[in-house]
Nanobody, 122 residues
């Protein structure tokens, strides 16, 4: 059974930083691609960032490029999202996701965590 648990959310002032973590259990972490999505109040869930299972490729939404960094530590079964220079519009619930199949570069149909709230204040 796959389980994803996010942590690290909270309240931060604009311009500040937060680091989110996502601990995965139930599969061989190093063989699966992962990503972060977010959902702001009244909006649809949107893509934030992706990391290939090997760690050799990442992708970012334009809105977070050069401010957010995704990484994964296979030894700890943990994925991270370092968020710098946070803006008001980054306020959302952040969800981590893991691909359904090994060695896939797609997150479609994957598994999801319960989310962690990030609130950026002025």
């Amino acid at each position: 059974q796959v389980q994803l648990v996010e942590s690290g959310g909270g309240l931060v002032q604009a311009g500040g930083s937060l680091r989110l973590s996502c601990v995965a259990s139930g599969r061989t972490f190093s063989r699966y691609s992962m990503g972060w999505f977010r959902q702001a109040p009244g909006k649809e869930r949107e893509f934030v960032t992706f990391i290939l299972w090997s760690g050799s490729r990442t992708r970012y939404a334009d809105s977070v490029k050069d401010r957010f960094t995704i990484s994964k530590d296979n030894a700890k079964n943990t994925m991270y999202l370092q968020m710098n220079n946070l803006k008001l519009e980054d306020t959302a619930v952040y969800y981590c996701t893991i691909s359904r199949t090994m060695y896939s570069d797609s997150l479609l149909g994957g598994y999801w965590g319960q989310g962690t709230q990030v609130t950026v204040s002025s």
